[in-house]
């Protein structure tokens, strides 16, 4: 809409009429366009990478594409407006595009067989094809002859089939591209989408004989057969555990695998499990879904064993974590399950046993897949699993561990003929706050202690207003830093892990899933309080020390001190690693100086390079003759003010006096443009200071601009350009490293008058940038503005204002464009900008004193 109105008053009377000035000016105002809306989709992705908000990666793809296809029809518009010069442009363009698009192209998948592959198939079993799950399951059978109950793979070849026949990918990118993980209702509407594409799918043929000659292979079943499916996506139980987060299910008829199998691999796209990837900065190329096709084992215990001790990591124990019938409920936090404790030292010993009530059980209902029954008073308080059912576990504990090399998170089940079964060996991840041993120090914190006496989940300190969580459905109405306080702890709350400081859970398990996933985002996690749970009020305002089990009333500064910041695995992941990459080919800006030799398109080394060099000599092309020396187009006049600015006025109709028509140089008092009149004296206020003080080193930095910034060190500080009219104002401003384009109407219609205001950019380092964008966003929105921002770029709108509160307002912005010319240079992360627009507003346009001061 702004370059729009730039054309309003512009006609074609202001130039010759041939043909070739004709297609130049569309050619121009078409570039204008891709400029605007390339500098908006940089600025998108220079926001995804410094502010790091959690994106699927297919929003990056997307932006790119739309970054790629701006600046292409700028080279395009520019090349038709001059066609005599810079056609190595084009090859430039095509070199940085085709370095972006590489990185953001998805890996090559394989569709072709074998759709299935059984665990006696040595040669073509690998982690690529078959997931983590599948993978180390492959090496407890073949290596470590563990028993696993009978079964095969259907892989993530047959998935990458499975989409590409159905044509999916396509419509799940634009679902991902699109996609507000911080919006529950864009998180929710978008999982319901993919997975509804999924089930609506038809699995294909050859993957179907697949699946029915893995099943005869597995030898004589019986007829009522059952399997589990489990996913086995890649990336799965590695360093990300997917804890919970994707789809098993249980007790599935023969005839309904097919079926089963469509709802497993739709499960990578749940909610939680989109939330999980996307803020572990996994891409959704990196996880194909392979799928555990075992034999179903009817169990009469299950459970979780735990080759470190969380609580003693210093000791040689493993625990082994038991429930009565299906794990289920142990793992989706429902019951407290009973706990053996034994040494890796000497697996032979039973340390300790901890017997907990076991009220509820999972089992296997013919009709159904599963069904919670209550257990029976004589069993639920005995010990699930016998001594040397435990010991047999602890010893094959202690062998995964040698042979994966690191701690082990095992899922084993027995079955009613007391037979063991390994399910899942995954590595334990673990990671604790980093904090000094704080135990002997509890007894004098002074504050009064409201919850005690459970078991320390994820270590660590954290503070902050109790939620009480009474049912899933208030998960998007959790605060940020809120203490949360849940009965139980399903997996499904991953999706509010970043609003919370600590979770306190009145009954579950170390061994649950949700349990993982508190480690691995390092909140702070206690269970089965058995004191003090009910004192928790909503509203209240707690610390939580999970390392001891204590809850204290109020906030306790000595133990908040001694807390460590959580891991931030998001820096270091693929998602910022590629977006790094395609943020130095794309943003970064080095090609400065017009008037430097160097100013050629073989000097560009990104697209914002392109998109600047372009925009120059597009505006040169325009306003000036085009040739080397510069010289003016007829009807491009020189402002010169009592400000160092140079400005290029070309006036469309009454902007300036009639007697100075034939002038190439004007003065301020020749413009009778109105608003260009109002911005001049907001520019020219005696409270802005143009020249050099003491409190900042401006002689060195202006050196350095004037040598490596927008203008050379031969040239007048700014250079900017402007279409005027008696009531219309475009200008487009130059300062430094950033830039302004302004456009106008003030007239005496109030209906007719507005303002339209963008800036972006500048030279100091992007919290800088980012800090004088906030503040231009608090004036403007107090001079009633509609303020949109994003990173670096401010894009405002005002309208409808009598002509002379449109002149005042212009005023006003000429004041905050001279008071913030370099403001990002200075700007500390501490600065206190609500107080810096008081000042503004009450008359304060210098903050360079103030700002060191502070520093």
Known sequence: MLIKNLFRYWTFQVFSPGTVLREKYESFKALLEHDKAAHEYMATLEDMYYSQKKHDFQAVVTTYEHLGHSVSKMVDELLKMCPSSNWSLKDYFKKFDFYNRFMLAPPA?????????????????????????????????????????????????????????????????????????????????????????IINAVV????????????????HVKKDFRVALRSSAVKEDGKASFAGQYQTLLNVKKEDILNGYKQVIAGKYSSQALYYRVNQGILDSETPMAVLVLEMVDSKASGVMYTKDLENSKSQNLLIHSVWGQGELLVDGG????????????????????????????????????????????????????????????????????????????????????????????????HPAKIQDISEKTLSIPNNILCSKGETVCQGIGSGIVYRLEQLSQLPLIPKGSVVVVKQAPPQLVKAIHHMSAIIIETGSRASHFSSIAREFGVPAIVNVSHGF??????????????????????????????????????????????????NFSAKLKLTDPNA?????????????????????????MFLSGNRKGSRKKGAKKLISNIPMLFYILDVGSGIKQVQKENDILKSEDITCIPMKALLKGLSHPGISWSETSHFDWEEYDRIVMAGGIISADSPQFGSYAVVSKEYLNVNFRFGYHFVILDTICSSIKEDNYILFRFSGGGGNPDGRMLRANFIKGILTRLGFMVEIKSDLVDAEFKNATLRSMEETLDVIGRLLGATKLMDMYLKE????ELMIDDFMNGRYDFRSAVEEKG
């Open 335 to 430: 019951v407290a399950p009973d706990v053996i404790k034994v040494s890796k030292n000497n697996p032979d010993t039973i340390l300790s046993t901890k017997t907990s009530a076991k009220k509820n059980q999972t089992i296997l209902e013919p009709g159904l897949s599963t069904r919670t029954v209550q257990t029976d008073s004589q069993t639920k308080d005995q010990l699930s699993l016998d001594e040397a059912s435990a010991l047999t576990l602890a010893r094959w504990g202690v062998l995964l561990e040698t042979h994966f090399n690191e701690p082990q998170d095992i899922e084993w089940c027995q079955d009613k003929r007391g037979r063991l079964f390994v399910l899942q060996s995954r590595p334990l991840n673990i």
């Open 597 to 621: 030799r160097s100013f050629v398109p073989e000097a560009c080394r990104s697209l914002h390079d392109i998109i600047r060099f372009t925009h120059e000599m597009a505006v040169k092309e």
């Open 534 to 583: 009910d004192a928790l009020v909503s509203g209240s305002q707690v610390t939580v020390d999970a390392d001891n089990c204590m809850v204290y009333e109020g906030i306790v500064n000595s133990l908040i001190k001694r807390s460590a910041p959580r891991e931030d695995f998001f820096q270091d992941s693929s998602f910022m690693t590629k977006l790094r990459y395609v943020i």
């Open 109 to 197: 998948f394989d569709f072709s067989p074998p759709f299935t592959i059984g665990f006696d198939t040595d040669e073509s079993f690998n982690e690529t094809i078959t997931g983590k799950k599948a993978f180390s399951l492959f090496h407890l059978t073949q290596e470590l002859a563990l028993p696993i109950p009978i079964g095969f793979v259907i892989t993530t070849n047959a998935f990458h089939y499975f989409l590409e026949t159905n044509n999916l990918q396509k419509s799940i990118n634009k679902l991902l591209s699109d996609l507000d993980i911080n919006t529950s209702t864009s998180l929710e509407q978008t999982a319901k989408q993919i997975e509804q594409l």
């Open 204 to 219: 294909p043929e050859d993957i179907d004989i697949a699946v029915t000659n893995a099943l005869n292979d597995l030898g």
């Open 830 to 833: 501490n600065t206190q900008l």
